[in-house]
Antibody
Framework: QVQLQESGPGLVKPSETLSLTCTVS????????WSWIRQPPGKGLEWIGY???????NYNPSLRSRITISKDTSKNQFSLKMNSVTAADTAVYYC?????????WGQGTMVTVSS | QSVLTQPPSVSGAPGQRVTISCTGS?????????VNWYQQLPGTAPKLLIY???NRPSGVPDRFSGSKSGTSASLAITGLQAEDEADYYC????????????FGGGTRLTVL
């Protein structure tokens, strides 16, 4: 059974770059969509984007100018980089995978944007 | 404002049946895209509850069921239990947003 684990800094300064990694265990990245989703405190879920196992990507249009999702299949990891962060980017960030649905989720990691 | 509209809250007594609606448009649910549902218990990551409009992953009780008609979808929970108290989210795609995946705003289910 595939498991996902997010990692990265819990605190990022405004205007800097948020960088997170999701490590995949119990399976390979040779299929499925690999996504990032976030949830601001007390609010709902927002899809950030995905990278397909082929390497193609699709991003939320509202975030597209600031984000990059990449993968390292040899390390069984995929990553999110979001630049020019503000307090509005404070959220729990989840990685998730599946085809049509998000079948498997990581436990999430809280990222706070503050000076 | 979410692309998919859900009621902010629903409630029901133990043993009752409740439904949660998810209303979209011809650009998402009405375009034929599947609707998926997630349950988020307090302080935990969301969990897939229903996929492909009406299918349950292994381990999800048959008290949970999903349906879709036109530009809307619904999640029904029968025989309500205290452990069902959670936030529920619908999810689909939207072809106005370059095929982006979209979520509803979420519904808080309270078991009275």
């Amino acid at each position: 059974q595939v498991q996902l684990q997010e990692s990265g800094p819990g605190l990022v300064k405004p205007s800097e770059t948020l960088s997170l990694t999701c490590t995949v265990s119990g399976g390979s990245m040779r299929n499925f969509y690999w996504s990032w989703i976030r949830q601001p405190p007390g609010k709902g879920l927002e899809w950030i984007g995905y990278i397909y196992y082929t390497g193609s990507t699709n991003y939320n249009p509202s975030l597209r100018s600031r984000i990059t999702i990449s993968k390292d299949t040899s390390k069984n990891q995929f990553s999110l980089k979001m630049n020019s962060v503000t307090a509005a980017d404070t959220a729990v960030y989840y990685c998730a995978t599946g085809y049509d649905a998000f079948d498997i989720w990581g436990q999430g990691t809280m990222v706070t944007v503050s000076s | 404002q979410s692309v998919l509209t859900q009621p902010p809250s629903v409630s029901g007594a133990p043993g009752q049946r409740v439904t949660i609606s998810c209303t979209g448009s011809s650009a998402n649910i009405g375009a034929g895209y599947n609707v998926n549902w997630y349950q988020q218990l307090p302080g935990t990551a969301p969990k897939l509850l229903i996929y492909g409009n009406s299918n349950r992953p292994s381990g999800v009780p048959d008290r949970f069921s999903g349906s879709k008609s036109g530009t809307s979808a619904s999640l029904a929970i029968t025989g309500l239990q205290a452990e069902d108290e959670a936030d529920y989210y619908c999810q689909s795609y939207d072809n106005r947003l370059s095929g982006s995946k979209v979520f509803g705003g979420g519904t808080r289910l309270t078991v009275l």
